[in-house]
């Protein structure tokens, strides 16, 4: 099982950027397709975006599209989330996710159940 560790949440103004950073352990992380999901108060945990194993492939919720942007860095082991355009209803704790798979994030979006592997999550707060 890969770690994974998030960091860069925090507090916003509306209109404001975020990036938030996942590390990764491991030795294989060339073969996990990444992804975010998010969870409101009250709400249940929601995808956010994905990218598959080669970078090749990304799909993002259709709330964020546009404004966010998923990537990886091979050399770090970390999948980033560019957030920009923040809005209030981005609020959530966000979850970095990892599922071994060549397959997962190719040719449909994924969904949580495609995900084997969490982070601990971090706070993002957008503020009106």
């Known amino acids: 099982q890969v770690q994974l560790v998030e960091s860069g949440g925090g507090l916003v103004q509306a209109g404001g950027s975020l990036r938030l950073s996942c590390a990764a352990s491991?030795?294989?992380?060339?073969?996990?397709?990444m992804g975010w999901f998010r969870q409101a108060p009250g709400k249940e945990r929601e995808f956010v975006a994905s990218?598959?194993?080669?970078?090749?492939?990304?799909y993002y919720q259709g709330s964020v599209k546009g404004r966010f942007t998923i990537s990886r860095d091979y050399a770090k082991n970390t999948v980033y989330l560019q957030m920009n355009s923040l809005k209030p209803e981005d609020t959530a704790i966000y979850y970095c996710?990892?599922?071994?798979?060549?397959?997962?994030?190719?040719?449909?979006?994924?969904?949580?159940?495609?995900?084997?592997?969490w982070g601990q999550g971090t706070q993002v707060t957008v503020s009106s």
């Open positions: 990218i598959s194993w080669n970078g090749g492939n990304t």
């Open positions: 996710t990892a599922a071994l798979s060549l397959r997962v994030g190719v040719g449909r979006p994924p969904t949580y159940s495609d995900f084997g592997s």
């Open positions: 491991g030795r294989s992380f060339s073969n996990y397709a």
